[in-house]
């Protein structure tokens, strides 16, 4: 079984950890409706993606 022969110090392992954060969550602001989505999404309401309609529309 390894066994690290070194402590590793907080600097080293806050360094590995340093991408270990969660980030927001990125919003753009569609053009059609003006509604925010994600980027690289269908746009639910609308059933539009990428200027095209490719699914019926969400009825709500």
Do not use: C, F
């Not at 590793?8 to 602001?29: F, I, Q």
């Not at 309401?45 to 490719?54: A, F, W």
Request: no cysteine; aromatic share 4%.
């Amino acid at each position: 079984m390894a066994v690290p022969k070194r402590k590793t110090s907080p600097s080293r392992r806050g360094m590995r950890r340093a991408h270990d954060a969660l980030k927001a969550n990125a919003y753009v602001e569609d053009k059609e409706s003006g509604e925010l989505r994600r980027p690289h999404h269908i746009d639910l309401k609308t059933g539009r993606y990428n200027g095209k309609q490719v699914m019926k529309p969400r009825e709500e």
